[in-house]
């Protein structure tokens, strides 16, 4: 075609094919009675734990590093099986929302970067190569968007230096500066997210805490104090974005927050567009992008309670450069 087609051409070329192919006549309608019951049975598990927790990627094989990115057309994922100490590819998986062609195309790129160094250089050739030689097209995706999630895994490997498990580098993410660089700055504000808050506490959509130990911000809190750090809840995307922008007027030199890997995925430019180094940690339990409750959630009205990782937010806050 030469171009990215609108979705609703998508949809009508669709609807037209299958019309000329089985000789029929769409007609625009909704679920039926008896589908609506089926679908309102069937909701409540593919939003429950179990189902969610099914088809998430192991974290404790300790060779596994993990990196997303997302732009407005889609995601992509890559998975790498490394070898450390050898600094090689064992194996790697490309995943995401997107189409790839030819069909082949990405197969061809796993298999390419299976076996190489792992080395930043010599990885972004290899994918490089693909884009540049026409080698794979993805409508929506060019080749930096594949570039990101691969910078993006090897920040979290050289994390690992710092004496924290590889299992737990999955689960930190870097913004606008090295985790290193942004440790070196001593970061003053630890950022944490009101949905770990109980639900009944009424502080919830508060940025304030009373550090009561009733649930894991209480903890979180106490940490960040015992740095003498300022801490903060973000109760919304939109408080978030003010809050960077104050912090950024004030001369905040680097932060720590917690949130879930979707929202850093989804929202890795506008961290980079705030423009303030930070140190991002995945937080525990089912997220409301699990739930599907993303929009809820950033008008602060999540109705669910996560859980800030403690572990790992002592481990970063512990740890300590030349």
């Known amino acids: 075609l030469g171009y990215v087609p609108e979705l609703e051409e998508i949809k009508g070329a669709i609807r037209t094919g299958f019309e000329r192919h089985l000789g029929i006549r769409l007609e625009p309608g909704g679920l039926t009675r008896d589908e609506e019951r089926v ?10 734990e179990q189902w969610i927790d099914m ?6 094989c300790h060779e596994v590093v993990q990196a997303a990115y ?14 450390l100490q050898r600094k090689r590819v064992k194996d790697v998986y490309i995943t995401g929302d997107f189409l790839s062609f030819p069909t082949r195309a990405l197969y061809d790129m796993e298999a390419c970067l299976r076996g190489a160094r792992m080395e930043r250089e010599e990885l972004h050739q290899i994918i490089r190569g693909f884009f540049e030689e026409g080698r794979i097209q993805i409508p929506g995706m060019s080749c930096d968007d594949f570039l990101k999630p691969v910078d993006q895994a090897f920040q979290k490997i050289s994390i690992s230096k710092y004496g924290i498990p ?17 440790l070196k700055r001593r970061p003053s504000v630890l950022l944490l997210p009101y949905c770990s808050k109980n639900l009944s506490c009424n502080l919830r959509y508060k940025k304030g805490c009373k550090a009561c130990g009733e649930c894991s911000i209480g903890a979180a809190w106490t940490l960040g104090k015992m740095k003498k750090m300022k801490v903060i809840c973000i109760v919304s995307f939109e408080g978030l974005i003010k809050e960077l922008e104050r912090m950024k007027a004030r001369g905040v030199s680097a932060f720590i927050g917690c949130c879930c890997q979707p929202f850093f995925t989804k929202h890795v430019d506008d961290f980079e567009k705030a423009g303030i180094p930070g140190i991002l940690l995945d937080i525990d339990n089912t997220t ?10 950033y008008a602060g009205k999540f109705a669910n309670q996560t859980h800030v990782n403690l572990d790992l937010l002592n481990m970063v806050l512990s740890a300590e450069v030349a």
């Open 166 to 182: 590889l299992e737990y580098c999955n689960l930190i993410s870097v913004t606008n500066d090295s985790f290193e660089g942004v």
């Open 55 to 60: 088809v998430r990627t192991p974290r404790q």
């Open 288 to 297: 409301c992008y699990e739930l599907d409750q993303a929009k809820e959630a």
């Open 39 to 48: 679908f309102k049975e069937k909701v409540r598990w593919f939003q429950s």
């Open 70 to 83: 997302k732009n407005d057309e889609g995601l992509v994922r890559f998975t790498f099986v490394v070898d």
